[in-house]
Nanobody
């Protein structure tokens, strides 16, 4: 059974930083592109970042503007999202997802597995 478990969310002041982690089990982690998405109340799920299993391809949502960095540790089945210069509009539930593809997708529906999400709240 595939499981993705996010952690690292919380409450942070504007301008602060958080590091999200996603631990995977039940899948050959190095075969999957991994992505991060977010969903704010009343809004659609939004692409944040993704990278290929090899790390050769890395994509970010337009709003990221150099503030976030995705990385992964295939040996330990983990993917990370380092978030800096957080703003109140970054408040959302953040999800990690696994995509059995060489090149990661930006469309949520193409991902095969999802975690339960971790809440990030940025206060002004």
């Amino acid at each position: 059974q595939v499981q993705l478990v996010e952690s690292g969310g919380g409450l942070v002041q504007a301008g602060g930083s958080l590091r999200l982690s996603c631990a995977g089990s039940g899948l050959t982690f190095s075969s999957y592109a991994m992505g991060w998405f977010r969903q704010a109340p009343g809004k659609e799920r939004e692409f944040v970042a993704a990278n290929a299993w090899s790390g050769a391809f890395t994509y970010y949502g337009d709003f990221v503007k150099g503030r976030f960095t995705i990385s992964r540790d295939n040996a330990n089945n983990k993917v990370y999202l380092e978030m800096n210069s957080l703003q109140p509009e970054d408040t959302a539930v953040y999800y990690c997802a696994a995509d059995l593809a060489v090149t990661p997708h930006v469309d949520a529906y193409k991902y095969d597995y999802w975690g339960q999400g971790t809440q990030v709240t940025v206060s002004s």
